[in-house]
């Protein structure tokens, strides 16, 4: 774990750090698991079969960049997120689906952790996010 060292300026808690990079790294390894806010429990399970497929095929048809604003592997540090445009919680609660129905190509797009965390909490609309799914677009990018 890193040490902490000095307090990040917006921060609502006791937690210090360096940098807004160091910030960044501790929320996302804080907030995951019962550790985020919106957890309702069952621990960290599998997506079940057809996930990595998907996640796979997605992004490569994204070129491993977030679809929104350009980040490539080299600026995340690793690849992007791959996030279902309707969450799989939602196929988990219809009567009609199960959890591997949501992993489907056009269900799912590449985004950065930050471009991530705003689709979640909607300040990115699914419809902005499925008009940027485009398989033939060699142009993924907001200009």
């Known amino acids: 774990m890193r040490a902490f060292l000095c307090r990040s300026p917006n921060a ?6 360096c940098s807004e990079v160091c910030r960044r790294e501790w929320l996302s390894e804080s907030f ?3 550790g985020h806010p919106n957890w309702k429990g069952s621990g960290n399970e599998s997506y079940g079969p057809g996930w990595s497929d998907v996640r796979r ?3 490569e048809r994204d070129d ?8 490539t592997t080299d600026d995340i540090g690793r690849n992007p997120d791959v996030h279902h445009i309707v969450p799989v ?3 988990i609660e219809s009567d009609d689906h199960t959890k591997t129905d949501a992993h489907f190509l ?7 952790i930050s471009c991530h965390r705003k689709a979640d909490h909607g300040k ?3 419809q902005r996010l499925r008009s940027r799914i485009d398989s033939e ?4 990018v907001d200009e």
């Not at 609502?12 to 750090?17: I, M, P």
């Not at 491993?64 to 980040?71: D, F, M, N, T, V």
């Open 32 to 34: 995951t698991g019962d």
């Open 124 to 126: 990115i609309s699914k």
């Open 89 to 91: 919680r939602r196929f």
């Open 64 to 71: 491993y960049q977030c679809i929104r604003c350009g980040a």
């Open 57 to 59: 095929r997605a992004l």
């Open 106 to 112: 056009e269900n799912v797009i590449s985004l950065c």
């Open 12 to 17: 609502t808690t006791d937690v210090a750090v």
């Open 137 to 140: 677009s060699t142009t993924l």
